[in-house]
């Protein structure tokens, strides 16, 4: 079993920055890839960010590219996702996922990821 636990949510003002963790336990974390996903009230998960195990290449959704970085400390089995210049519109809560196919190609799609977290409020004030 896998237990992905996601932190450093909270409230910011638009302009400002968040950096989100997601710690996690039970496997070799270093061997899979990891994803960030989102969703907004009332509206569908969407992904953010992900990044494969086996070259550390970030993907990143265009509504977010340029202002978000996920990056991953394998020795301390955890994930990150630095939040810069947020706008009201990245309010939504955060949920870290876990791909155990190995095929390093960092999805976008939510059906890849086997594991995820329970999810982190981000709210951004206008």
């Known amino acids: 079993q896998v237990q992905l636990v996601e932190s450093g949510g909270g409230l910011v003002q638009a302009g400002g920055s968040l950096r989100l963790s997601c710690a996690a336990s039970g496997r070799t974390f270093g061997s899979y890839d990891m994803g960030w996903f989102r969703q907004a009230p009332g509206k569908e998960r969407e992904f953010v960010a992900s990044i494969t195990w086996s070259s550390n290449t970030p993907y990143y959704a265009d509504s977010v590219k340029g202002r978000f970085t996920i990056s991953r400390d394998n020795a301390k089995n955890t994930v990150y996702l630095q939040m810069n210049s947020l706008k009201p519109e990245d309010t939504a809560v955060y949920y870290c996922?876990?791909?155990?196919?190995?095929?390093?190609?960092?999805?976008?799609?939510?059906?890849?990821?086997?594991?995820w977290g329970r999810g982190t409020q981000v709210t951004v004030s206008s």
């Open positions: 996922a876990l791909d155990m196919s190995r095929t390093a190609v960092g999805s976008r799609n939510e059906r890849a990821y086997d594991y």
